[in-house]
């Protein structure tokens, strides 16, 4: 209409219409209609022009508008004379959903008061969008709802009428959902109908947008959220993850050992998909001995394993969700083997004892190995502890033979325990043993061996028959009656004399006896074999040489040779009355049978008529005068050397030797007539003499007799002697016989002490012959060796009656 109103933002919008109602009455109407919402300021009509006013007139008739009560939207520029707009118009406010929309209102002038009515009608404009009162509307759709279910949306608001008012809806892309057709005014809701089934384990939730729009230009929208959660239901069964599931476990796996972890999985959720799991199929041989965690399906052991009883195991598991659905995971359990055996070792059979002889490779033991493991761990071999007399062979599997490897010899080991040890090859690897103890019986194979390879033995002569000498020993290695040794003397001659007279030997104690009585003088030593023989079958022996050596004893007095005693004709050495100092008048000459020591001669004058003048060499023998001889020196000397050997105890023999000390024969003559005169009464006195001899002889061998026979007697009695001590014959040595009074005595007996065959004289004495005429019988050499001491200390004493008896022949001799 005008060009200010062409400049207003609005102006497409703004419809002016001016309705002339009525131009020439004085109470005109004018019309307007204006867009809501235009700016305050904006220009609605020009009134003045409108109405037929001049500026003036407005302003005289002090022009106001009058709206009575209501709010002044619209005022009067009177300036200008234009209606401008005052405050915001709002349609929708003014007059809701109500068309047509029109303010009116009065324009009062005065001087002359005149008024007109002015009605401005609103004209909607698209401000309005459709709206919805909440932000979001939310569903719970159970998952099993069916198809064609219809779900009430919220309506939209829009304040805008016609046009500008809701149109429709749309509902975002979706295909499960779709919106039911909808036809402003005719419907009365807005539906949503389920196209296709719902499925909460593919999608849990579905966010859609319900938008309204309306018709205006530019088109508004407004739009709300659907939220459409999906409730869950039972519609999935558990499923196990793995068809099988698979567990090696060792056998000697603990209790609570964890075999396998079943796991099932069930799409639903909350007490749908809660999986419980169970064991459901348990084989007859499995029962308690798994077990299952109900919640998170572990697989634990519950019970012992054996691999040698059940290798394999299978077992189901159920998995069960709340709803009752379920399946079945299968549990394959293998056992491994474990090396919980020993190997078990059986004797199957045995010998306890076993000959020394028996050839290497012989058999003694057969033995059967068992070990219920598997594999390396049943595989067993067997060994002996070190003992190489003996091994063991693998005859086949798990039979083992024990046999001997070398020869066995009872004597260096009687008994072997043998230890066999079986261990499987298993890691670490199990044995087993078992000792069996073998006897080595004994065999016939070792010879008796003596404890030297020769013996030499001593005795003393002079011995008592029957006297054990020494003992020789053999021994046997072997056992018992193979080893049972005796000794038998081998026969040999001495002397052409078998050696079984000379010693005996004692079967059992190997003790070897003296027969006779051994006299060094005739045997110094001898040998002869002894043989051990054991009790075996064959017998084995061997033989041994043993020399007897016989030890001198001072059993023989020296024997004088010169001067030659003879018992009628009187010999004499003459010595010169010239003779000077050191003269060598004689020499006595003796020997001793005996040896060593015991031969060792010394001389010494035992008697002299005149001591001072002669001597005797010690060594020698040699009598020597010491002074010059004198006129005075009595023609008939007289001299007794006594002849000692050097044992123990000495014995000794006296010499009488006759000195003449003259110039001349005739002068010895006329001294020793008195010799020969008596020749018939030296006859008479042999006579006498030998008659004496033969009474004393018989006397002696009486004596004897009764002497033996008490001994015998007392032998009878006596059981406890020894055989050794058997009153025997004695054997007498053979002795030199003493011619004349010897001095001393053989030590065993003398009997033979005085035989003179030119006595004359009757009162010579024989009692020393009778008291020592006597058997002496000793059991043992050292009984012998008292003896000679005895005898010693006898002769030793000069008061003894051994002495006197000498002395008394001396006497005789001397009166002769
Ligand atoms: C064999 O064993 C037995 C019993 O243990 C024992 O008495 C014996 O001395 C042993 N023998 C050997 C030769 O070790
Ligand atoms: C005595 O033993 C030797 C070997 O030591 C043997 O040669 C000899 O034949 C044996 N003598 C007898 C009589 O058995």
Redesign the pocket.
């Known amino acids: 209409m005008d060009g200010r109103m062409s400049d207003r933002t609005m102006k497409r919008q703004v419809l002016l219409v001016v309705s002339l109602v009525c131009l020439s009455s004085v109470w005109g109407q004018v019309s307007y209609s204006i867009p809501e919402e235009m700016q305050t300021g904006s220009v609605v009509g020009n009134i003045a022009q409108d109405l037929g006013l001049d500026l003036k007139r407005l302003k005289s008739g002090k022009a106001r508008i009058y709206t009575g009560e209501g709010t002044e939207y619209i005022a009067l520029n009177a300036e200008r004379g234009v209606l401008v707009v005052k405050e915001r118009i709002d349609r929708e406010a003014l007059c809701g959903q109500t068309t047509p929309c029109a303010l009116a209102f009065q324009i009062i002038l005065q001087n002359p008061m005149q008024f007109y009515s002015i009605t401005v009608e609103i004209t909607d404009i698209n401000d309005n969008a459709p709206a919805f009162k909440n932000n979001e509307i939310k569903f719970e759709i159970s998952e099993l709802a069916h198809t064609g279910s219809k779900y009430v949306l919220e309506k939209a608001v829009d304040s805008d009428v016609g046009v500008n008012g809701l149109q429709g809806y749309s509902l975002s892309s979706t295909d499960i959902f779709t919106l039911n057709p909808y036809k402003i005014g005719t419907d009365r809701k807005v539906e949503m109908v389920l196209k296709k089934p719902l499925d909460r384990e593919k999608q849990e939730r579905l966010t859609l947008v319900l938008t309204a729009v309306d018709g205006g230009n530019p088109q508004l929208s407004g739009t709300i959220q659907v939220t459409v959660s999906v409730l869950d239901a039972n519609d999935n069964a558990p499923i196990c993850t793995q068809a099988e599931f698979r567990s090696n476990v060792k056998e000697d796996s603990l209790k609570g050992t964890t075999l396998a972890t079943v796991s099932a999985k069930d799409a639903d959720e909350g007490p749908h998909g809660q999986i419980k799991y169970s064991l459901s199929n348990v084989p007859d041989g499995a029962l308690g001995m798994f077990d299952v965690d109900e919640e998170k399906g572990v697989v634990t052991l519950n019970g012992k394993l054996d691999y040698e009883k059940f290798r394999h195991y299978e077992i189901d598991i159920q998995a069960a969700d709340g709803g009752g659905n379920s399946d079945e995971c299968k549990v394959i359990i293998e056992v491994l083997d474990t090396n919980d055996n020993p190997p078990a070792v059986n004797i199957m059979s045995t010998s306890t004892s076993v000959s020394e002889d028996v050839k290497p490779g012989t058999v003694l033991t057969m033995i059967n190995v068992q070990d219920p493991d598997s594999d390396d761990n049943g595989r067993v071999h067997c060994v002996l502890d070190e003992n190489s007399h003996f091994k063991i062979k693998s005859t086949s599997n798990n039979f083992f033979t024990l046999v001997t490897e070398s020869e066995l010899d009872r004597e260096t080991a009687s008994e072997y325990n043998i230890t066999v040890t079986c261990s499987d090859e298993g890691v670490p690897s199990l044995s087993s043993s078992v000792t069996l103890t073998l006897q080595i019986s004994d065999v016939n194979d070792n010879p008796p061996v003596f404890e030297r390879s020769s013996y030499e033995a001593y005795i003393v002569e002079n011995n008592t028959p029957g006297l054990s000498i020494f003992t020789v020993k053999a021994t046997d290695a072997d056992w018992n009656q193979n080893a049972r040794v005796s000794y038998i003397l081998?026969d040999s001659s001495v002397n052409g004399v078998p050696v079984s007279s000379y010693v005996s030997v004692s079967a059992d104690s190997g003790v070897i006896h003296a027969v006779r009585s051994f006299d060094y003088e005739q045997i110094k030593d001898f040998q002869f074999?002894v043989?051990a023989q054991d009790g075996g079958s064959p017998p084995l022996s061997?033989?041994v040489t043993v020399k007897i050596m016989i030890q001198d004893q001072n059993d023989n007095a020296p024997q004088v040779l010169y001067p030659v005693q003879t018992g009628g004709s009187l010999v004499a050495e003459m010595v010169p009355r010239s003779a000077d100092v050191g003269y060598l008048v004689t020499k006595v000459v003796a020997v001793d049978v005996d040896s060593g020591q015991n031969a060792w001669l010394s001389y010494k004058l035992q008697k002299a008529t005149d001591r001072a003048l002669f001597e005797v060499g010690l060594q020698n023998g040699e009598v020597r005068t010491i002074r010059q001889v004198t006129d005075k020196d009595a023609v008939k000397q007289r001299l007794a050397v006594i002849v000692e050997d050097n044992g123990q105890p000495s014995r000794s023999a006296t010499v009488i030797v006759n000195v003449a000390v003259a110039d001349s024969f005739p002068e010895v003559l006329s001294e020793f007539t008195d010799f020969t005169h008596d020749k018939e009464y030296n006859e008479n006195l042999t006579f006498y003499l030998v008659l004496a001899l033969a009474v004393v002889s018989f006397l002696f061998i009486t004596c004897v007799v009764v002497i033996i026979s008490v001994k015998i007697y007392r032998w009878r009695q006596s059981r406890i002697l020894y055989h050794s001590n058997l009153p025997v014959i004695p054997y007498y040595p053979p002795r030199y016989s003493d011619t004349l009074g010897t001095g001393t005595l053989p030590h065993v007996y003398n009997y033979e002490v005085c035989r003179t065959t030119d006595s004359r004289k009757s009162d010579c004495k024989f009692g020393r012959a009778g008291s020592q005429n006597v058997l002496i019988m000793d059991p043992g050499s050292t009984g012998t060796m008292q003896k000679i001491q005895s005898e010693k200390s006898i002769l030793d004493e000069p008061d003894s009656p051994l002495e006197v008896s000498f002395l008394e022949i001396m006497k005789y001799s001397q009166c002769i």
């Open positions: 081998e074999r043989k061997s033989n």
